[in-house]
Each structure stands twice: as structure tokens, then as C-alpha cells.
């Protein structure tokens, strides 16, 4: 595979597109939902950009939806691809009914994804239209052709993948089109990902609140706010560490699957505590050879000794040395956090578990000393039932907090923000006092 994710497709599209950044161009940047989003999302970070949504949405065929036919988008923006049209023998009553429904997803994604917040102005400035990939080319043409009504001055298309004879076609709706690989042996955009997994709206929103806080975030002269190499052993694992001015404690993400410091929900929730003054390291339990092997993920052991030595590598940095440090765990990365906690001398000032596995702590929970907070979706009933017994062990100060109507990854509207504000004051409550710190 060629990506391993979006992330990491996002990150491979922004090293091509650095020279936007180096000559200083006002960029902005489109991400298509909602796969593109998470990718957009990387490239307007790389190139310190403003991210918003190009909302399109696509005309699929009504017997083989993956088919476009066709695209809508803000705007009253339409592009129909009669080539494919006539091979589907569609009919325009077909094409009425699917775009009549199309626009009703639309204008609801609209408040859901940005709410109250104005579309970001793009008048003027060097739009980025960014997507996963590129299969029909329905659905960029007609984004570009919302950013050409809309006034942009310069539209570039920038994509991961797309077919070898697309980008010639592509071109007549924008001023240049940057693709990383362009095979001619391509019939899904999903085939060049290791992991192609849906995009869900809260990563979307996500996306676009961390964007959108990284860009309202207080002077950056006065934190720190920048990739790290943590140190856990002999190995070296990619990180993130933020510092607003002033913090009053540092919690330590621990993400027991993927890239816990490119995680969407993990930073929607950092984002949070960085305006309630915490600062946060988000860093990668596992490298990325290391993540091919799934049992690693499992190998709780493993998880927390590397936990461990990211909080000694932590606490050994000037401008951390002395402040209080929480964990906050999710999958099995609950477990590391639970089990790094019960060693003695671990000094941990609070836990929190987001739709964690605290079971497989084990042994090691009854020895857990820092107040700990066990978030669980109120539908998500084997990890419910898992919390529970699990809490019945510990012997510290603990809650277990049930978000009504919330399934394993929080994806419904406002799950995630209730774990953001459970988790925001159960550290703000528990880390400013340094007798929660002894173990």
C-alpha cells in the first residue's frame, strides 16, 4: 500500500505542496468530506492554513451508489457526467430523485459541520481543494468550481491518488492539479490505503475545531507547541507537546491502536485542555512496523513500559520538570494507563478512560492510586459491561461515567464533546493538587 491512512496520505500531499508555504502564498484549505477532511486536515497543519469544508456531495447511480453520475455542491454548483449517465441508463426522474436527496444531506452537513461559523472567505486567495483520492473526478470538478464562484483567485487540486489519464481532465476545472501517485492500474481509491475505514462526522468536526483552535490559540511566542522524538528505552516514538503559557499540569495521551498523536478525537479533546490551561503530550505508543503486528496493540505490558518512559522523558524536560502528569487512555491504551499508574512510584496525578479496556489492567488495578474516570458509551455494551467489572477493582478514588445514546467511538452529535467536558474537569478537579501525586 501506498498510505497507510489519511493521516498519513495527508502528510505525504503536504511535503508536495511546501513550497506554497515557503513563498509565502495566502492559502486556504478544502477538504471534500468526509474522507478528504482528515487529509485536508494535515496539509492546512503543514502549511499553517486556514481549514474549512468544500461541501459536495456526490450523484450516485441508483442501483451501484459508488457510481457518480454526477456531483452538487454549495452554491447551486452541478456537474453531471453524461458519459456515465448513459451508461446507467439513468433516467432524469432517477437524477432528480438522488440529487433531491443529495441536497438535503447536504444542507444538514452544513450545520453539522460548521455549526454557527461562517464559511471561511476564500475571495482573492489560493484555494486548496483536497480529497482522498480521485476515482470519477465528478466531485473535485464541482468543488473547484465552488471556489472559482466563491472568488478564488488561484485553485490548485490536490489529491493522493487518481488514475493516469484523469489529471488532463481535471485541469479544466482548476489552475493546477498535484496528485502524489498517478497509476494507471487503479480501480478503487481504497486499494492504495492499509486502512480506507469510513470517516466519520465527528472526525470531520474534529478536524475542523482542532484547525480551527490552532489558528485562535494564544500567543504561540508565549507555549510551546511543536513535534517531539520521545524517548521510551531504545526506541523513538513520533510525539506532540503542547504548553499553553502558564500550564498548571501535563496529561499524556496513551492511544493503545494507530497514531495516537494524529488521532482526531484525541486532539479534539487536547484542544480542551489546553484552554483550560493543561498542556498535553500526545506521542505513538507503537511505531509503525510495530503496528502491522495487532498483537502488539494487546501486549499491555509492552503499552505501559513504554508509558512509563515517556513520563520520565517527560518530567526530565525543562519546562515540565515539577508539574503534575494524567493520563488520558483510550482503547488499550486505557489499560497502559491503568497499569503505568499502579507502579510505585508512578506519581500520576489523574487517569481518565475514554472508551477504554481497564480490564485488561487486570492485576494491577486494585494497586492504582490516581483518582481515576472510566467514560463508556451508553450502547457500547460489552465495553460497558468490561468498565464495570473492572471498576470493581479499584481502590482508588473512581467514577464510571455513561454517555447516554454514545456507541464505542463516540460518533454521535455532541458524544464526543460530553467526553471532552467529563474529561476537561475531572483533570482541572485532580491535578492541581500535588498530594493526588504520590502513589
Known amino acids: 500500500m501506498l498510505f497507510m491512512d489519511r493521516r498519513d496520505a495527508g502528510r505525504q500531499l503536504a511535503a508536495r505542496l511546501e513550497q506554497l508555504r515557503l513563498r509565502g502564498a495566502d492559502v486556504v484549505v478544502l477538504g471534500l468530506p468526509r474522507g478528504g477532511v482528515p487529509v485536508a486536515a494535515e496539509v492546512a497543519e503543514a502549511l499553517g492554513a486556514p481549514l474549512d469544508v468544500c461541501l459536495v456531495r456526490k450523484l450516485g447511480v441508483p442501483y451501484q451508489p459508488e457510481l457518480g453520475m454526477g456531483a452538487i455542491g454549495e452554491g447551486g454548483v452541478r456537474v453531471i457526467n453524461d458519459q456515465v449517465v448513459r451508461s446507467a441508463r439513468a433516467t432524469p426522474d432517477d437524477l432528480a430523485r438522488v440529487e433531491e436527496h443529495e441536497r438535503e444531506v447536504l444542507a444538514a452537513r452544513a450545520r453539522r459541520y460548521r455549526g454557527g461559523r461562517e464559511p471561511v472567505p476564500v475571495e482573492g486567495r489560493t484555494v486548496l481543494v483536497v480529497d482522498d483520492g480521485v476515482a470519477t473526478g465528478s466531485t473535485a470538478r464541482a468543488a473547484c468550481r465552488i471556489a472559482r464562484a466563491r472568488g478564488a483567485a488561484r485553485i490548485v487540486l490536490a489529491v493522493p491518488v487518481a488514475p493516469k489519464d484523469s489529471t488532463r481532465r481535471l485541469a479544466d476545472d482548476a489552475d493546477d492539479v498535484v496528485c502524489v501517485h498517478t497509476p494507471w492500474d487503479f480501480y478503487a481509491i481504497g486499494q492504495f490505503y492499509d486502512d480506507f475505514s469510513q470517516t466519520g462526522d465527528e472526525e470531520v468536526v474534529a478536524c475542523l475545531d482542532a484547525a480551527l483552535a490552532r489558528r485562535t490559540a494564544p500567543d504561540p511566542a508565549r507555549s510551546e507547541d511543536r513535534e517531539v522524538d520521545v524517548r521510551a528505552g531504545a526506541t523513538v516514538l513520533g510525539g506532540r507537546l503542547t504548553l499553553p503559557d502558564g500550564a498548571t499540569g501535563v496529561v499524556v495521551f496513551a492511544h493503545g491502536s494507530g497514531s495516537g498523536r494524529h488521532s482526531p478525537r484525541n486532539r479534539f479533546v487536547a484542544d480542551a485542555l489546553h484552554r483550560a490551561g493543561l498542556g498535553t503530550l ?16 494487546f501486549d499491555t ?17 525543562p519546562g515540565t520538570e515539577g508539574l503534575p502528569v494524567g493520563y488520558f487512555g483510550a482503547s488499550t491504551g486505557a489499560a497502559a494507563a491503568l497499569w503505568a499508574a499502579a507502579e510505585p512510584g508512578a506519581r500520576i496525578a489523574a487517569v481518565v478512560s475514554r472508551g477504554g479496556r481497564p480490564d485488561l489492567a487486570g492485576p494491577r488495578l486494585s494497586a492504582v492510586r490516581a483518582p481515576t474516570l472510566l467514560i463508556v458509551g451508553g450502547d457500547d455494551d460489552v465495553v460497558l459491561g468490561l468498565n464495570r467489572t473492572a471498576q470493581a477493582e479499584l481502590r482508588c478514588e473512581n467514577r464510571l461515567a455513561v454517555v447516554p445514546g454514545a456507541t464505542h467511538l463516540f460518533a454521535e452529535p455532541g458524544a464526543l464533546e460530553q467526553v471532552t467536558e467529563l474529561a476537561r474537569d475531572w483533570f482541572t478537579d485532580h491535578m492541581a493538587p500535588l498530594s493526588h501525586a504520590t502513589a
Open 301 to 317: 505490558g509492552l503499552l505501559a513500559g513504554r508509558l512509563a518512559d515517556a513520563t520520565d522523558w517527560l518530567r526530565g524536560r
Open 282 to 297: 500526545l506521542f505513538d505508543l507503537l511505531t509503525e512496523e510495530e503496528e502491522s503486528d495487532r498483537a502488539n496493540v
